[in-house]
């Protein structure tokens, strides 16, 4: 198999660009390679561009494979150009280079081909990939839609509903759906990748080199011309999921300019569709939270190489729900386990338990027979202490009460390795305290997870004021192995996320004693944005867990009381019907006046939702700007990620903190205001926020003390 350079950008072997391309058995093999995920910057379309030119001038090629170096193929746009010019050429030129060519041009896939990357793949003339690739449209995530043709392509290659689910769910496709959908041509063994799309290029031209463009299919878009109700269908069917979004109802209008319109008047109508977007305020703010994920590794005080201790093996104490979630967390990374609980009933149930949701996730597909057996075999469950002793990182998951956690610390602190990091899984006790219990609280931190842990993103690493900052760094590193998102925080009551909205649950409680009705409350909050409202929520979690421990009566108490749990008991602060939708409830109804008329609550007037959800979610914000000023959280943009990802705060409005920047901190300030003197001092705003609203800055300008090491 004859192998050499091509007249492009690789000559006598050196390479002078990001695009570089060598000749195999007369196939053009062009490599990109623009670290760490080859995105489509403007030297690789350039370099691509002046590649493809070379090859379509070189009558000794019949055929090019774009293949990526590295562990991906191209993951998306160039990060750095959004909200800027696109410098040519941009990605329509390039994209007509390739669907003109006439050459076949084949896109060898590996990693994930997602964004501007899979549109790329969509200009080609045919797509393979191996079976671990994926592929995916996500921009619908940052609040825009696929502004380079996606929209238009998509829907004649796999048909207008199954390209509306994929743009709108962002999600990525694996290799085996995408073939059978019709986003492949071919999943390839993947032992030689280059190799194997050689191949598939020789067989295409030795069967007439015939170069399809994915523009020119009209196949699907006549079958679905026949139904004119199908985009409507499919977004009263989601209605729910797109409530308030501006990106989904978008990439319907692009979808139906795809069915109505010739190609390039529905490109036309998808550049304008996509600038609108990009220009309102909810990508601006899917953007800022895009940004602010990856910034809350970045601690002032902790410098890129600091040392970090190897974790090549976990210790997790209590395997109940939390316990259990943090568990095949770990094991889904590939680390070994060891489970410690202090009965066996107790352990096999753990045990059983994640057992049954790897199983229950193979019979759905999403993962092999092998794959649990694999995840199973990383796991040691184990009914003494002593186990742990090897474990490089441990992590405690037990009931929240500080004489349990700090008995249990100091028994750890005698029998861990000396150089094991020891990690509390608490949501707000004091982890000075519990670090005081050992004879090494450097190596004390908290590892927040939230609930349920398989489906939150968000961690909280919790740094006492004794923790070592390698220590430190190896817990923000180590939540990013397995998937998570650390935001650090220091010692006070409940962190960040839960600290944050607890004003916001005990005003729809104060609320409620006042005669408003938790279905208006928490429909108020739901026309915001949130999935569920308050009361909901709180039904979700169980009432018996939630309001465990209250020194006084309260509504939650008497549900308990009477039976009522929550959702899992088909009751709490609402009725429940079989298909889990919540109903109003008489008997709640009746309770809360009750409790009302005990405390001597009196009834509020008559008040518009706006005053509503100005009383729910100022708090919110000024308890924000109280975090900020204790030095609890690093920056505002790690208090808006806790929110999206802790509590589900519609990511839309870019959290609490970046949504009162929009709506005007001087207008927040003069709001706690009127509240504070209707209400009580619980409203008083703080001093951080009556600073910047006076000087007209905003909290990226404060000045805030540092997180203490």
């Not at 190799?195 to 679905?224: H, I, K, Q, S, W």
């Not at 999935?531 to 008497?558: K, N, P």
């Not at 109003?584 to 006046?593: D, F, N």
Request: net charge negative; glycine share 8%; with cysteine.
């Amino acid at each position: 198999m004859r192998y050499a350079p091509s007249r492009g950008n690789r000559g006598q072997g050196v390479v002078t660009g990001p695009a570089t391309s060598v000749t195999v058995d007369r196939v053009a093999v062009i490599t990109l390679d623009n670290p760490p995920v080859n995105a489509l910057s403007h030297a690789l379309r350039a370099g691509l561009l002046a590649e493809l030119e070379a090859v379509l001038a070189d009558p000794a090629i019949d055929a090019a494979v774009i293949h990526c170096a590295g562990r991906t193929f191209v993951a998306g746009a160039d990060i750095n150009e959004f909200g800027r010019p696109i410098a040519q050429p941009g990605f329509p030129e390039l994209f007509s280079a390739i669907e003109d060519s006439a050459k076949p041009v084949i896109a060898a896939i590996h990693g994930t081909s997602l964004g501007g990357g899979f549109e790329l793949s969509l200009a080609c003339h045919y797509r393979v990939a191996v079976p671990s690739a994926r592929v995916g449209l996500p921009e619908v995530k940052l609040g825009i839609l696929p502004g380079a043709g996606g929209t238009q392509r998509l829907p004649r290659l796999v048909g207008a509903c199954a390209a509306l689910e994929i743009m709108t769910s962002g999600r990525q496709v694996k290799a085996e759906e995408a073939l059978a959908i019709g986003l492949l041509d071919a999943v390839l063994p993947g032992q030689d990748l280059v190799m194997e799309a050689v191949a598939f290029a020789r067989n295409v031209v030795a069967e007439g080199a015939r170069t399809p463009r994915v523009r020119d299919r009209e196949d699907m878009l006549e079958v679905d011309r026949k139904d004119p109700e199908l985009v409507d269908r499919f977004f009263i069917k989601n209605a729910h999921r797109f409530r308030g979004l501006d990106a989904p109802t978008a990439i319907g209008a692009a979808v139906r300019a795809a069915l109505s319109l010739p190609f390039e008047e529905g490109l036309a109508h998808e550049q304008q569709l996509c600038l609108a977007l990009a220009e309102g305020h909810q990508s601006e703010a899917l953007r800022y939270l895009f940004f602010a994920e990856r910034q809350t590794t970045r601690v002032p005080d902790l410098p890129p190489n600091t040392m970090q201790r190897p974790v090549a093996s976990i210790g997790v104490i209590g395997a109940g729900t939390m316990g259990g979630g943090i568990t095949m967390t770990f094991l889904d990374a590939g680390l070994p386990v060891t489970l410690v609980e202090t009965s066996k009933a107790a352990l096999e149930r753990g045990c059983s338990n994640i057992r049954r949701h790897y199983e229950a996730s193979a019979q759905k597909g999403r993962m092999s027979a092998d794959e649990v057996e694999t995840r199973m075999s990383l796991l040691s469950p184990r009914l003494d202490l002593t186990a742990l002793r090897d474990a490089d990182f441990v992590i405690e998951a037990v009931f929240e009460d500080l004489a349990l956690k700090r008995d249990l610390f100091a028994q750890l602190d005698a029998l861990a390795a000396p150089d094991a990091i020891l990690a509390s899984n608490t949501s707000f006790l004091d982890l000075d305290a519990i670090a005081d219990a050992t004879s090494q609280p450097e190596r004390v931190l908290g590892l927040h997870f939230f609930s349920p842990v398989n489906v939150m993103r968000l961690v909280e690493v919790v740094r006492t004021t004794r923790t070592k900052p390698e220590n430190v760094a190896t817990a923000m590193s180590l939540a990013r192995h397995i998937g998570k998102v650390p935001v650090l925080s220091a010692v006070c009551d409940g962190f960040i996320a839960n600290r944050l909205m607890a004003p916001r649950g005990a005003e729809a409680e104060i609320m409620m004693l006042e005669g408003i009705p938790i279905e208006r409350i928490d429909k108020v909050l739901t026309d915001y944005g949130f999935g569920i409202g308050h009361f909901q929520m709180m039904d979700m979690v169980g009432l018996d867990v939630v309001g465990r421990g209250a020194s006084e009566r309260t509504v939650m108490g008497d549900l308990v009381a009477a039976g009522r749990l929550g959702l899992k008991s088909g009751s709490g602060y609402y009725d429940y019907d079989g298909k889990h939708r919540p109903l109003p409830s008489k008997l709640t109804e009746t309770t809360i006046a009750a409790v009302a008329r005990e405390k001597g609550v009196i009834g509020s007037d008559q008040v518009s939702d706006e005053e509503l959800l100005t009383r729910l979610l100022c708090p919110v914000v000024n308890e924000g700007a109280h975090i900020l000023e204790e030095g609890i959280a690093l920056r505002a943009s790690d208090i808006d990620v806790a929110a999206v990802l802790g509590y589900n705060w519609p990511a839309h409005t870019g959290g609490p903190m970046a949504w009162a920047e929009h709506y005007g901190l001087a207008r927040i300030v003069e709001s706690l205001r009127k509240l504070e003197a209707m209400h009580g001092a619980r409203f008083k705003p703080a001093r951080l926020l009556v600073g910047l609203a006076k000087d007209d800055k905003d909290f990226a300008e404060a000045q805030v003390r540092p997180l203490t090491t």
